[in-house]
Each structure stands twice: as structure tokens, then as C-alpha cells.
């Protein structure tokens, strides 16, 4: 069982920038593909960037693409959610996620086994 921990999350205004983190435990990390998701208030889940084991993959979706760039440094067992040019339609509760596979194709969200709590990120207009 792997244990998720998200920090980096807070106030931002529009244009800012935040970078998230994502501590893991408890599982090898190496070996899995690791991604991040947020909900809005009032809104579903949805995905927002993914990495594969090794960092040689990535996946965004298009609401964020040119704008988040996820990274993860395997030695310090963490990834990374580099967030640029925040809109205020970016507010939500973050959430890292790791895979129960390596991340070598575009996951679906089944693919997502454990969750961290979550990290709240606000950008004002």
C-alpha cells in the first residue's frame, strides 16, 4: 500500500505560478506511472497530467497543455506538478494518484489505485 502526500497548494493570482508536490511511501515508486487530477466545487473529477515510471512519458489534458508540465524524481520517490499561467477556472483540490502500471500508454482513470488527500489551489482573477 502506498501513502500519497500533496503540498505546494495555495493562493495564487491569474498568470501566477505553483508547483505541486507529491511524496510517496510504502510501494516502489519506480515502478509505477503517477498522475494528477482535481475537482472543481460542484464538478466531477477530471484528469489534469500523467508520467510514466520513468518520466519518459508524459500526458496532459488540453485544458492545461502548454501551461503544467509533471515531472518526478525517483530518488526522492516524489512527482512534481509545475503549474504556469494559472486561470481562475484552475481552482480546485489537486490530487496525486499513482497507477498500477508503469504509465507506457494514456491511462484511463481506473488505471489510478491510490489517492492522496488532496491540496487546495485557488487563483483569483
Known amino acids: 500500500q502506498v501513502q500519497l502526500v500533496e503540498s505546494g497548494g495555495g493562493l495564487v493570482q491569474a498568470g501566477g505560478s505553483l508547483r505541486l508536490s507529491c511524496a510517496a511511501s510504502g510501494r516502489t515508486f519506480s515502478s509505477y506511472g503517477m498522475g494528477w487530477f482535481r475537482q472543481a466545487p460542484g464538478k466531477e473529477r477530471e484528469f489534469v497530467a500523467a508520467?510514466?515510471?520513468?518520466?519518459?512519458?508524459?500526458y496532459y489534458a488540453d485544458s492545461v497543455k502548454g501551461r503544467f508540465t509533471i515531472s518526478r524524481d525517483n530518488a526522492k520517490n516524489t512527482v512534481y506538478l509545475q503549474m504556469n499561467s494559472l486561470k481562475p477556472e484552475d481552482t480546485a483540490v489537486y490530487y496525486c494518484a499513482q497507477m498500477d502500471s508503469d504509465g507506457s500508454s494514456w491511462p484511463a482513470e481506473a488505471d489510478f489505485v491510490s489517492w492522496g488527500q488532496g491540496t487546495q489551489v485557488t487563483v483569483s482573477s
Open positions: 508520467t510514466s515510471w520513468s518520466g519518459g512519458k508524459t
